[in-house]
């Protein structure tokens, strides 16, 4: 990724949305900027976290996926289910 100045913000266009390219590159750039490895990341990452911690928060499936734009309630539960291993789990009490 190419050196930027500490101030480098983004352009903003309010009228469409951000690219999933350009989320992605944000991710990555703010990752390493805070000297974590962002191999490991992605902008979907942020997705995938906003549904997790949603669920977790008890919002109903049908306003994460108004969020998200998932289509179906099951490609919604790929994302939350690992989010929720360890919720009404008998081994999650003793961590």
Do not use: C
Not at 32 to 49: D, K, T
Not at 56 to 72: F, L
Not at 77 to 94: H, K, P, Q, S, V
């Amino acid at each position: 990724m190419p050196d930027r100045p500490r101030n480098h913000r983004p352009a903003r266009h309010r009228d469409r949305r951000l690219s999933g390219e350009a989320v992605g590159l944000i991710v990555r750039e703010r990752l390493q900027a805070a000297g974590i490895n962002p191999a490991e990341y992605s902008g979907h990452s942020l997705r995938a976290g906003l549904a997790t911690s949603a669920a977790q928060a008890g919002v109903s499936a049908w306003k994460i996926r108004q969020q998200t734009g998932h289509a179906s309630d099951a490609m919604l539960a790929r994302y939350i289910r690992d989010g929720e291993l360890f919720t009404d789990n008998a081994a999650g009490a003793l961590l």
